[in-house]
């Protein structure tokens, strides 16, 4: 239940109490049998209180939440991937970006585990180039017929261009050295001017097929984790080589094409550095000239999870700490401070097709409350560092055929959305201006930085306001997956320019009995195979759930009071809205 403190004209305040029910088509009492907690409290609660000052703004509340992407994009093209695409461009149509490896590797286009290939590029008996635009076009139709656009990654080497072209295609899987993955593709290329003619091939192609105000729209950048041994077999400078000759065909092919990178593992350390250096007054290996243009910056950061004392321990502070570094970096630069950026891989762990005790929090609500702690940290620190933050970009999207709930990092489980993607439907439901939030059970900023949320639990907001809307989402994160007592949140809204009248109240929630099919599925007996009815009851409890509907709060001098139950690792989104 929802509490609503109404403020009369002389100040007192008088209490409403609306009811907010299970949303239809969720969890049943068949399905759960101890049913949800009450909303009213329990014993073992205690008290928050969160303060949303609507005349405060911070700044425009940016969507930097639409871009994801994964390793293997020849899932984008299989039944569960198109049907994520289709949900993922839903979001935001025409604003979601995915990006994806493996786009020039050698092979027929079947998918595996941090596999993929389009076969775009070949060569015939005399050495010259074969361009083949099949299968790329079709991943890149999946996309835009989604209302998604590509952050278009232009790697790994096709075969007959690397300079070690043996062994080529790896076999890796789940507790194989990791190190395996590394073949072939990862190498530079024999021949760079045959290297650019592929890039320029491409773009040219994707303009001609496409239109040349649709690819404007578009990220393109060079390679992933070039300061990775993995990912590149060369040196620094070749990679530069290598950046350069890329992003001088495509600007040949697209003057106006959005170029960037380099898409570092971590910040960076001296490669980001030196790279930073280099395309603002290094030689172009292209060109000849001083500089490389630059759209845009990218890094990655990911958290780091453990398994400890028989529980998962997630690692916010690692991430926010490679955050904070990038943001330095590129801050510290004049020429290059207020230029895009973009966070192009911002996760919890660092493999999506990994498996592991301690990456046992993607198919629970520690993914989703982290993910929405975690993105408010983000814009906090883009304000400290004075960037330009553009995006953040989320490396989980789904693994067609595996078992359910399977364990990967991933967005949906067999075409069942997990709890995260309703933290992504929360996102889009906001927009306008970011207000200033106080919280009584905030972690600071420096708190988490330092030593993650190891004590306290982080019980805070993110809020923004948009004409005759007003959207608050609340979380309470712990970093160690363990139950803890629930929050009882008094939720005050303060000086909202509009007169006095009703206002309408939409309560969305994520928590063990909402927007949450992993629980449901776990309550039906974790079944290897669920039937018709079942399938058709996990689709809908992956839904974004609404407790309650039609509920009304009347707003005095710009003001309202909301109290609400939070329970350990639950997001609640609450819009308000008015004419």
Not at 383 to 391: F, I, S
Request: charged share 20%; with cysteine; proline share 6%.
């Amino acid at each position: 239940m929802v509490r609503l403190l109404r403020m009369t004209a002389r100040g007192s305040a008088k209490l409403l109490v609306l009811s907010l029910g299970l949303a239809i088509g969720r969890a049943t009492a068949a399905d759960a049998p101890a049913g949800p907690p009450a909303e009213g409290g329990s014993s073992g609660s205690f008290p928050v209180s969160i303060r949303v000052d609507a005349a405060s703004p911070r700044g425009e509340l940016k969507p930097i939440w639409r871009f994801f992407g994964a390793d293997e994009p020849n899932y984008a093209t299989m039944k569960d991937g198109r049907r994520l695409l289709a949900e993922l461009g839903q979001l935001r149509p025409q604003q979601v970006y995915f990006r994806a490896h493996n786009l020039l590797c050698t092979g027929d286009g079947t998918p595996a585990l941090k596999w993929g290939s389009t076969d775009i590029y070949t060569e015939d008996a005399a050495g010259r180039p074969v361009y083949d635009w099949k299968i790329v076009d079709r991943i890149f139709d999946t996309y835009l017929a989604r209302g998604v656009r590509p952050y278009a990654q232009v790697g790994f080497m096709p075969q007959a261009l690397s300079i070690k072209p043996e062994p080529y295609q790896h076999a890796w899987r789940p507790g194989l050295n990791y190190s395996q993955i590394s073949t072939g593709w990862a190498y530079p290329p024999k021949d760079y001017g045959k290297w650019a003619g592929l890039v320029y091939q491409w773009v040219t192609h994707c303009v001609q097929r496409y239109g040349r105000r649709e690819v404007e729209q578009w990220y393109w950048e060079v390679w992933n984790e070039a300061n990775a041994a993995v990912y590149w077999h060369g040196t620094p400078e070749e990679f530069y080589k290598l950046h350069d000759f890329a992003i001088d065909a495509v600007r040949r092919a697209l003057p106006t094409a959005r170029v960037g990178g380099p898409d570092v593992a971590g910040a960076g350390g001296r490669f980001m550095e030196n790279f930073l250096r280099h395309v603002v007054s290094g030689t172009n290996y292209a060109t000849g000239r001083i500089g490389t243009p630059t759209d845009f910056l990218s890094f990655h950061a990911k958290g780091a999870p453990t398994f400890v004392d028989g529980h998962v321990r997630l690692g916010m502070a690692a991430q926010l700490r490679e955050i904070d570094r990038g943001f330095a970096m590129i801050a510290a630069i004049p020429e290059l401070r207020r230029k895009p950026i973009v966070i192009g891989e911002s996760d919890p762990d660092g493999c999506a097709a990994c498996q592991g005790p301690h990456l046992g929090y993607r198919n629970t609500t520690l993914y989703s409350s982290y993910t929405a702690a975690s993105f408010a940290r983000k814009h906090l620190l883009a304000d400290r560092h004075g960037v330009n933050l553009e995006g953040a970009l989320t490396w989980a999207f789904e693994f067609e055929d595996q078992p359910y709930f399977a364990g990967f990092r991933v967005l949906a489980s067999n075409g069942i959305d997990l709890p995260v993607l309703n933290v992504f439907r929360m996102f889009s439901r906001m927009s306008g201006q970011r207000l200033a939030v106080e919280s009584s059970a905030e972690v600071a900023l420096d708190a988490i930085l330092r030593d993650g949320v190891r004590g306290a639990p982080d019980v805070s907001a993110l809020a923004s306001l948009a004409p005759r809307q007003l959207a608050v989402m609340l979380w309470h994160y712990h970093d160690d997956d363990l139950p803890g007592p629930a929050a009882q949140v008094t939720l005050q809204l303060e000086k909202l320019a509009v007169a006095d009248g009703p206002a309408r109240l939409t309560h969305f929630r994520i928590d063990d009995f909402h927007s949450n099919a992993f629980a449901v599925w776990k309550r039906l007996g974790s079944p290897i195979a669920p039937n018709e009815p079942q399938y058709a009851q996990l689709q809908a409890a992956g839904q974004l759930a609404e407790m309650g509907g039609g509920e009304t709060v009347r707003l005095e001098r710009g003001r309202a009071t909301v109290t609400l139950t939070l329970p350990r690792q639950a997001v609640s989104l609450l819009v308000v809205e008015w004419d």
